[in-house]
């Protein structure tokens, strides 16, 4: 019997044997394994979801809080408020959207009680009603993360990847998953670098258009696609991805622009000039040594830009030709690491991020494990039990903290030191530079050269790859 699956029993797969079938394809195990962890997600979310109006609920200690029900009943949804709000939007606009269309939903498929004159009530009938409709939508974007890390990960040309299992079963989605809407930008921006990987860039830049219309972090990741993209593939290619990501983002935004331009402006000087909270380093420097910074959104701010134009134009100088990947990693990396704040949700970046660059035991593991405490430890904290006012053990929430910041940097300098010595990276193989590249691994080879324990390079090694020249060397 010859059983790939195990080859103890059998031996290893034949060099010219065609894996098929059920149980060598990725995807149907990656759906269960995602179903089942995103309904013990909204099963632990049940208890923590009010069904009357005055229920009080602990949702930090029960550590199942989230945005969704406490925002529709705090926001006045359910009396026909709209969440974009008048002085400034209260949400990203296609998230603005997203609420709109699932209050609609509500009212017109569930008639859920939404007016002007609802009683409280009717209100926390109503949010019912919008958490459940907003957490299967959650869960579709959840599939189709998985379905595109299928495509992004490890994998052999026309077969889906393998990795799509480590998205599918994260304990990071277990426990961010459905504390706000991020699992929405998170999957248009997995979207769009599965356009980028197939090598249409324009599809790229309207997908990564519309998730930068849905929050923040993909306009990094537009950065980091534009500067992979005119390093390595030159300006014309630059341009047809970066103006069809602009055209889609001032499309989305222009009826909100020509309606209330002030109100757009304030949102997105919101984001940038927020002040140091929950979960930065900087928070911690403040709580153990007195360090404030004053306006330290817009200082972080100004530091992040001088970091990454000071690391861009390295990478110009010096010929570097980053995967994408990579250079998406050390955006979203950099990013959270300079920012003012850290609401746990964001590890939903770093999980993509990661994926996507250094998809390895030890990294996977050390970021689950540190996000997760983390995760614990700042409703600890929110709740009461881990701050010096009731005695509890704050110093927990502080390590919770340097761990997730030391793991963070370790990963962020691991992926620079792959783009600085392409050689050492393992994602590259001789036949592929880049496995989400596309058109940008057009005349590129890689240069691969094993460590010490491979021995001296002997000509069956060689032949397996094609001798580069100078200008080809990734």
Excluded at 345 to 362: F, G, I
Excluded at 376 to 394: D, R, V
């Amino acid at each position: 019997m010859k059983n790939a699956l195990l080859p103890g029993l059998g031996g290893p797969m034949g060099r010219h044997a065609t894996p098929r079938g059920l149980w060598f394809n990725p995807l149907p195990w990656a759906f269960l394994l995602a179903t089942g962890l995103f309904l013990v997600l909204f099963l632990r979310h049940v208890p923590c979801v009010q069904t009357t109006a005055h229920q009080e609920i602990d949702m930090y200690k029960m550590l199942c809080y989230t945005d969704i029900q406490s925002s529709f009943l705090s926001q006045g949804f359910g009396r026909g408020q709209s969440p974009l709000g008048s002085a400034t939007m209260l949400f990203a606009p296609l998230i603005a959207a997203a609420i709109l269309v699932t209050r609609k939903t509500a009212t017109a498929v569930f008639d859920a009680p939404i007016r002007r004159s609802a009683t409280l009530a009717n209100e926390v009938d109503a949010s019912v009603t919008f958490f459940a409709i907003t957490a299967v939508g959650l869960f579709a974007c959840f599939l189709v993360l998985v379905a595109c890390v299928a495509w992004l990960g490890r994998r052999r040309p026309g077969r889906p990847s393998w990795d799509a299992l480590l998205v599918a079963a994260s304990p990071v989605v277990l426990a961010v998953g459905l504390v706000n809407w991020d699992l929405v930008p998170v999957a248009f921006t997995a979207l769009g670098l599965v356009q980028v990987a197939r090598g249409r860039l324009v599809e790229a830049g309207i997908v990564l258009g519309l998730a930068a219309s849905a929050g923040t972090m993909p306009i990094g990741v537009v950065l980091a696609v534009l500067v992979v993209a005119g390093l390595r593939g030159g300006w014309r290619k630059a341009l047809l991805f970066i103006v069809p990501a602009l055209v889609t983002f001032f499309a989305v935004h222009l009826p909100l622009l020509m309606q209330n331009f002030d109100r757009v402006y304030m949102y997105y000087h919101g984001e940038i000039n927020r002040e140091t909270s929950y979960g930065s380093l900087w928070y911690v420097l403040q709580l153990m040594f007195g360090l404030e910074l004053r306006s330290s959104g817009s200082l972080l701010f100004v530091v992040l830009l001088l970091a990454l134009g000071s690391f861009i134009a390295y990478l110009y100088v010096t010929r570097k030709r980053p995967r994408v990947g990579s250079m998406v990693a050390v955006v979203i990396f950099a990013t959270l690491l300079l920012g003012p704040a850290y609401p746990p949700q964001s590890a939903l970046w770093l999980l993509l991020a990661l994926v996507v660059a250094r998809p390895y035991k030890p990294e996977m593991a050390a970021l689950a494990l540190t996000q997760v405490l983390y995760y614990i430890a700042i409703w600890g904290w929110l709740g009461g039990w881990l701050t010096t006012n009731q005695n509890g053990p704050y110093m927990l929430y502080w390590a919770a903290i340097i761990l997730h910041v030391a793991v963070e940097v370790w990963i962020l300098t691991e992926v620079v030191s792959d783009i600085v010595q392409p050689a050492r990276d393992a994602l590259r193989t001789p036949d592929l530079v880049d496995p989400i590249g596309g058109v940008l691994n057009d005349g590129e080879v890689a240069v691969v050269v094993p460590g010490p324990e491979a021995g001296p390079l002997d000509e069956d090694y060689l032949a397996g790859f094609e001798r580069p020249t100078p200008a080809k060397v990734g």
